[in-house]
């Protein structure tokens, strides 16, 4: 095992991909806070800063983007190069070589995960007021973070070995991570809908009587409405909240869109987010040792 790890980082860190990703990761996430201090010295008003947490996560909502492009072609190129192949012919056992691969693209996923996130914090730390947030819950959203490394190599480095292909790999594992962003969002959306919302309502209808104007609109355009508070039919409670609230901390990129958002909010469950990235990674690794012990290598 050691020597096979030793091989596959050795390899990794010849890669460019790899080089690339991880610069283009810090680059952002520099580039955030550079974006966030001009902000605030173009607004230049008393009393308005920007915290560190504001920025210390941003980038990272690319990671799943990222992590699907490099181990797709990181690993896949040891399908159409015959490393693979080579391993199991020195005898190397396939539950062995999976493990070595999986150890291999987590730590990839964790490097591009923490660059980003040091820089953020290095450069932040100078520009940037001191964060509302304890140093605590700064912890735990790396803690968290790095759980989500771990299911992102899993089912990234699944969907390479069941293909095989490098082409084909790459195609699935992009299309998975935008279909897993594109779902954070709208579960996201779906979450943050209020109890009430503001509408437009006739008068005869109204039960608050609030008048309702706009600077530079002329007011006959509203004549006989009023805006009033009405329940919102958007908003979740009770179990269909529970469900989606699931559903969101389970998808890995619904989990970086929540440390994306710490300044706002607290991730409001990380022992839940920690299980199921712990129990999912699990579950995607002996399902795709199984797959790779009945897979034949060409």
């Not at 190129?77 to 012919?89: Q, V």
């Not at 005898?91 to 980003?116: D, H, N, Q, W």
């Not at 909010?265 to 040792?289: A, E, K, N």
């Amino acid at each position: 095992m050691r020597d096979l790890l030793w091989a596959n980082f050795s390899r990794l860190f010849r890669s460019w991909v790899f080089w690339g990703a991880a610069l283009v990761m810090a680059g952002g996430a520099l580039a955030i806070c550079i974006g966030a201090y001009h902000g605030m010295t173009l607004y230049d008003e008393p009393g308005y800063t920007v915290a560190l947490d504001q920025t210390l996560f941003q980038a990272e909502q690319a990671l799943g983007i990222t992590a699907a492009i490099v181990l797709s072609l990181f690993v896949g190129t040891e399908y159409s190069g015959g490393t693979i192949r080579n391993k199991l012919m020195v005898g190397k056992s396939r539950e062995t070589v999976y493990l070595a691969g999986y150890l291999t693209c987590a730590g990839t996923v964790l490097i591009l995960f923490m660059l980003p996130s040091l820089a953020a914090l290095a450069l932040g730390s100078v520009l940037f007021s001191v964060p509302p947030v304890t140093p605590g819950a700064i912890l735990t959203a790396f803690f968290v973070g790095t759980m989500t490394c771990l299911l992102y190599a899993a089912v990234f480095y699944f969907i390479v070995v069941v293909c095989g292909s490098r082409t084909w790999a790459a195609i699935i594992s992009l299309l998975l991570a935008a279909a897993l962003l594109l779902a954070a969002v709208k579960l996201s959306q779906a979450l943050e809908q209020g109890p009430y919302t503001m509408q437009l309502v006739p008068t005869e209808s109204s039960t608050s009587g609030e008048t309702y104007s706009i600077e530079g609109v002329a007011e006959d355009m509203f004549d006989g409405l009023v805006m009033e508070t009405v329940p919102n039919p958007n908003y979740l409670s009770g179990g269909k909240r529970e469900v989606v609230q699931f559903f969101y901390d389970m998808n890995p990129a619904g989990q970086t869109a929540q440390l994306a958002g710490l300044s706002e909010q607290d991730i409001l469950h990380p022992v839940r987010i920690i299980l199921l990235d712990v129990g999912l990674s699990v579950v995607v690794c002996l399902g795709g040792i199984w797959l790779f012990r009945r897979k034949d290598i060409k």
